[in-house]
């Protein structure tokens, strides 16, 4: 992870060990196992600047992430890409 600042968590509904976070520059990370260990699941993706996550209300089996993140590094802000759904 390139940052130390977490800007999102999200715990599933449906389970509570699966736990997704979401850094300032380092992508979105998910937990299994209540938080004990993660791996990054957005390395491949371009725009790894994540501003929030949530589980959506109607099927937790759906993720929505926000990305960019409007505290960026030096003052400046990290121009997302919009929004991505996983399912």
């Not at 999102?8 to 509570?16: K, Q, R, T, Y």
């Not at 736990?19 to 990054?40: C, E, H, M, Q, Y």
Request: glycine share 18%; no cysteine.
């Amino acid at each position: 992870m390139t940052s130390g600042r977490i800007n999102a968590l999200a715990v599933s509904p449906a389970d509570p060990n699966l736990i997704l976070v979401g850094a300032s520059t380092g992508g979105i990370w998910r937990s299994t196992d209540g938080g004990a260990n993660f791996k990054p699941v957005t390395d491949s993706h371009v725009d790894l600047a994540v501003g929030s996550i949530v589980f959506a209300p109607s099927n937790s089996n759906i993720v929505y992430a926000g990305m960019g993140d409007p505290r960026g590094g030096s003052g400046g802000r990290y121009f997302g890409t919009g929004m991505l759904k996983s399912t």
